[in-house]
Nanobody
């Protein structure tokens, strides 16, 4: 069992930055691929970024490429999402997720979800 706890959400102006963190419990964190998803008001949850257990494979949704960076620190059981140049339409609840492999996470094959953290981008 893996428990995921997100933090770092908040209110930011358009063009600003936030860094989300996801702390995982359990000794098997390093064996999981990790990802970030988001759900905007009135919309379905969408994939944002994924990273393999080693960090060697990384995927992003096209809309965040060049602005968001996913990373992980297996020694700290933590995955991060650095978000720069945020846009108002990126206001959403951001979820951390764990899966067997990064390709699976990318398409929503998830074993564990966090509870989410709210990100609000004001215009």
């Amino acid at each position: 069992q893996v428990q995921l706890v997100e933090s770092g959400g908040g209110l930011v102006q358009a063009g600003g930055s936030l860094r989300l963190s996801c702390a995982a419990s359990g000794r098997t964190f390093s064996s999981y691929a990790m990802g970030w998803f988001r759900r905007a008001p009135g919309k379905e949850r969408e994939f944002v970024a994924a990273i393999s257990w080693s960090g060697g494979r990384i995927y992003y949704v096209d809309s965040v490429k060049g602005r968001f960076t996913i990373s992980r620190d297996n020694a700290k059981n933590t995955v991060y999402l650095q978000m720069n140049s945020l846009k108002p339409e990126e206001t959403a609840v951001y979820y951390c997720a764990a899966g067997a492999d990064s390709e699976g996470v990318r398409v929503g094959v998830i074993r564990y979800w966090g509870q989410g953290t709210q990100v609000t981008v004001s215009s």
